[in-house]
């Protein structure tokens, strides 16, 4: 886990040192996105900012009030990069508006800070992006009419389509500089650095290939699933008495098992019975046509491996956790055994202990008390 940065009032570090970029990275970071704000206004810089900022790859036709229609291409890198910018500064806006402001309140302790922290960012993220999927989602009237999933392809996305995969993207790619943001141990880079490149991955590739009906409705399961997760870890961290926290565990675990196993279906009817009716006789990169044989086993068998290996790790934390837990109840139940106190001498035993002088002396002693 990563500690939440928190600017320190006592002292001022050096200007660009390594505390001072990372305690004033978010102003940085909005200063280096300003500059392409202010170079769409400006005429002469206008064509470079728009490169960054606005979407391409237009394929709509010239008629006026038609809907603009885009499909995937290489400037889509640029505006990835500039909405990255974006994704920081709105980490920093929660981190230091939101979550420190009542993790002030609570007086966590630093393993639970650090979770609260983790899991206040990817909750509110993952609210967000499982609303505008599901928007995407009726929009595209993909429930309840399945087929329209591998109908038309490749299909063009209209604006909010393409920005909701551009924001997966972003936000992916801006999870890499907060490593450094964020102060994460040297031996914790490398493990979240290749998870934060195979989450890229996984939306880039169906994305360059235009299954992106299929991946909305794949990012929308995971993010619901992902969104009750860190919602029942806030709530391990603020319930004490775990009233709440034992119900969302539960309703977690099982969501994101049937999550995985709705990916694995959608996946199986998508690729290996919707496409291949409308099969592709070869490759077509201008066209974006890549509904053959091939990539569509490689990317189904890609699907299937992720869904059955966050199956396995749920299943196998659910596993731990119960072990955990049932060990600790045993240590609570456990009574220790009642020391047994030695049997005390009777002062009859005491005296017949002592030689006849000192017997005969008690007994004198205690006919002058009772005179």
């Known amino acids: 886990m990563v500690k939440p940065v928190r600017k320190s009032a006592t002292k001022n570090p050096p200007v660009l040192s390594h505390e001072f970029v990372i305690q004033n990275h978010a102003d940085i970071v909005s200063c ?26 237009n394929v709509t036709g010239e008629q006026l009030g038609e809907t603009p229609l885009y499909l995937p291409g290489l400037k889509d890198i640029p505006v990835v990069f500039f ?26 302790s630093k393993s639970k800070l650090a979770i609260f922290s983790t899991s206040g960012q990817l909750f509110a993220f993952y609210l967000v992006s499982a609303v505008w ?68 991955a996984l939306v880039a590739v169906p994305y360059a290939l235009n299954f992106n009906r299929l991946l909305v409705l794949l990012l929308v399961l995971h993010h619901a699933a992902e969104w009750v997760f860190h919602l029942s870890q806030l709530l391990q961290t603020i319930d004490k008495d775990e009233k709440f926290s034992k119900v969302t565990r539960l309703s977690s675990t099982v969501l994101q098992i049937v999550a995985r196993l709705g990916s694995i279906i959608l996946a199986v009817l998508t690729l290996w019975y919707g496409l291949a009716l409308r099969e592709s ?71 017949s202990d002592l030689p006849e002088v000192d017997q005969n002396t008690n007994k004198t002693l205690r006919k002058h008390k009772v005179k």
């Open 32 to 57: 280096v996105a300003m500059v392409f704000v202010i170079g769409l206004m400006v005429q002469a810089t206008s064509p470079i900012a728009s490169v960054f900022i606005t979407l391409h790859h």
């Open 83 to 108: 909405y990255s910018l974006i994704c920081i500064i709105m980490h920093a806006i929660i981190q230091e508006y939101v979550l420190d402001k009542i993790s002030k309140k609570l007086h966590l």
């Open 133 to 200: 999927g599901l928007d995407v989602v009726l929009k595209e009237r993909l429930v309840p009419d399945i087929s329209r999933i591998w109908s038309n392809y490749p299909t063009p996305l209209y604006f909010m389509f393409k920005m909701y995969i551009l924001i997966q993207l972003s936000y992916s790619l801006h999870e890499l500089p907060e490593l450094y943001f964020l102060r994460t141990k040297k031996d914790e880079w490398a493990g979240k650095a290749a998870f934060s490149l195979t989450s890229l």
């Open 281 to 351: 006789q070869g490759l077509n990169v201008r066209a974006g046509e890549f509904n053959t044989p091939l990539i569509r086993f490689s990317v189904l068998v890609g699907i299937i491996l992720l869904q059955a290996y966050l199956i396995f790790k749920v299943i196998s934390e659910e596993i731990s956790r119960t072990k955990e837990s049932g060990a600790s109840v045993q240590q609570l139940t456990k009574v220790k055994a009642p020391k047994k106190d030695k049997p005390k001498k009777s002062k009859k035993n005491e005296e």
